[in-house]
């Protein structure tokens, strides 16, 4: 039977290294011998699972623990440490899993990876070697969580809505599609994450499966601008409104509305429209508001008449000026 490697030779690290220097070293070995960048061939497949197996117990502060004390004794049944004297579970089973939903940017993004992202395939593969070790259903692991983004548009997120993904496992019915339903909560801000319980990596010796964290990337809306549950947007006033008061429309994420200008109002002018804004996820019955700031429109391409009477209303506002400094100085 051939000797085992020390798993902190495997990863290349000092037997004091610290968890981010394991982790580090793992996911740069890991991306290196990954059978999906070295496809047929068989030595970076066996490498990738003495990688995986190393990180397996040496990320977990109690496996390596014993791991210290006892070396791979305390995992093949052979010492002291196994708890029960049998043997692990390795069975050298080993799993592949592809998911489909975009772009992969980094297949090992958070331990087993950011598996996907935008409209590459990539995937991940698991080896059952990195067992708990203790003897076979002494414990039962829980499955890796797999983190993803899901693109949703900006009324999506206001309103809430359902998204299809689909997800591709290799090991069952020859890469066999299957599609998972989301819902995306009403109110959902960008970078907030769905949690899909059971749908991630299998867990060992009949551990439970890990979760499917998708990560909500919210896209922009043309016009809107969104901090928290409030929005903010800007509307166009004509010159005169401003000067003589008036109405004027505005959209809102539920419609337009009318808005009343009071005479006189000044450019960067804000008018809140209270309820106009997103709601609550923990609340449905709270919104947040709209803040329109009023910009005034300059006029272009006058007529020669109108053109006229601004001269002479810029003319009394002069004579307008001279009067009051002229009163001022007697």
Known sequence: MAVKKDYYDILGIDRKAEDAAIKKAYRRLAKKCHPDTNAGDAQAEQRFKEITEAYTILSDPKKRKLYDQFGHAAFDGSGAGTGTGAAADTGGAYREYHFENGDMDDIFGDIFGDIFRGGRTGG?????????GFGRGDFRTKGADIRAEVAVSFDDAVFGCDKIISLQDMEKGGGAVQSLQVHIPAGIESGKSIRLRGKGMPGLNGGRCGDLLLKVVVGEKNGFERKGQDVYTTVYVPFTTAVFGGEVRVQTLYGDVICKIREGTQSGTKIRLKGKGVVSMKNHELHGDQYVTVQIEVPKNLSQEARQKLKE??????????????????
Not at 125 to 131: C, I, L, M, Q, R
Not at 313 to 330: H, L, M, T, V
């Open 313 to 330: 209303y810029e003319q009394a506002c002069r004579s307008g000026g001279r009067g009051k400094n002229s009163n001022s100085a007697a």
């Open 124 to 132: 991940y593969a698991y080896d059952g070697a990195g067992s708990d």
